[in-house]
């Protein structure tokens, strides 16, 4: 079968994240240990697997995610690959409706060639910064928060752009602290100039990735996060990796829409 590799989050090869694309043609997903391992084989932070669904009903697609150890809930790249794979295959066109662990996610193209998504807001709540994330970020947390099910990440907010480009984290130390990752978060240094309100990195040694490049789903945390402080439900996000990416986002109450590009930059035959 095919199998594709496309940059999320950027206009461009080689930036933004990778994720791995398998349209299935069957009406059901393969062996979930066959789908761990594929996941594994490609090493990205997700390899997505979709197959699509009889018509009349809620979703088009069913679509699940694996980074290269676990299943995840909810992955925003690998969402917008899939649907970018869908649309420059002509197997799909105008919205696409996904039916995911965290419930019916639609991705719709834009003129530009860039998708919106449609994804469940994180339910954000304060918490006392837990003993031991500060000293294995290297810096010290302003403030920290749960959000929520879907993503179940700890959101922690530090003093500024500098501090979150210069962590050097102790992955080991991090991994007791949250159910999937560690979302590190400060205002922009100067949005005028940058382009954007907000930077973040994304921590995930627990699921075999140390930083990735490029969190979808992370900013439906981060959205209104930052919205509540900033005062705008229309902001952009930079994530600060080594590849970084944009995504804007548009809080909508309980629902968060994250907009970004995509490219193909692999397209290949998966023999096993």
Do not use: K
Request: hydrophobic share 45%; proline share 7%.
């Amino acid at each position: 079968m095919r199998i594709r590799i496309v940059d999320a989050f950027t206009d461009r090869p080689f930036a933004g994240n990778p994720a791995g694309v398998l349209l299935l043609d069957s009406d059901a997903f393969p062996d979930d240990a066959w789908l761990q391992r594929v996941a594994a084989e490609m090493n990205l932070s997700e390899t997505a697997f979709a197959h699509p669904l009889p018509p009349g009903g809620d979703a088009d697609w069913a679509l699940r995610w694996f980074t290269p150890a676990a299943e995840v809930a909810m992955c925003g790249h690998a969402t917008l690959a899939t649907a970018h794979v869908l649309r420059s295959t002509g197997a799909a066109t105008g919205a696409v409706r996904f039916s995911a662990l965290c419930g019916v996610l639609t991705a719709t193209a834009r003129e530009d060639g860039a998708f919106t998504l449609d994804f469940p807001t994180a339910p954000l709540t304060e918490s006392p910064v837990p003993a031991g994330v500060a000293e294995a970020l290297g810096a010290d947390v302003l403030s920290a928060h749960d959000t929520g099910p879907h993503i179940g990440d700890l959101l922690v907010e530090l003093a500024d752009e500098r501090t979150v480009r210069a962590l050097t984290p102790d992955f080991p130390a991090l991994v007791a602290h949250s159910r999937r990752g560690i979302i590190a978060t400060a205002a922009a240094e100067d949005p005028s100039a940058g382009g954007y309100d907000f930077v973040s990195r994304c921590f995930f040694p627990q699921l075999g990735i140390d930083e990735d490049p490029v969190t979808g789903s992370a900013h439906t945390a981060l959205a209104p996060f930052w919205s509540a402080r900033l005062g705008r439900d229309e902001l952009t996000g930079l994530q600060a990796s080594a590849r970084s990416g944009l995504v804007a986002t548009s809080l909508r109450g309980d629902r968060t829409l994250l907009t970004g590009g995509a490219v193909t930059v692999v397209d290949g035959e998966l023999l096993a």
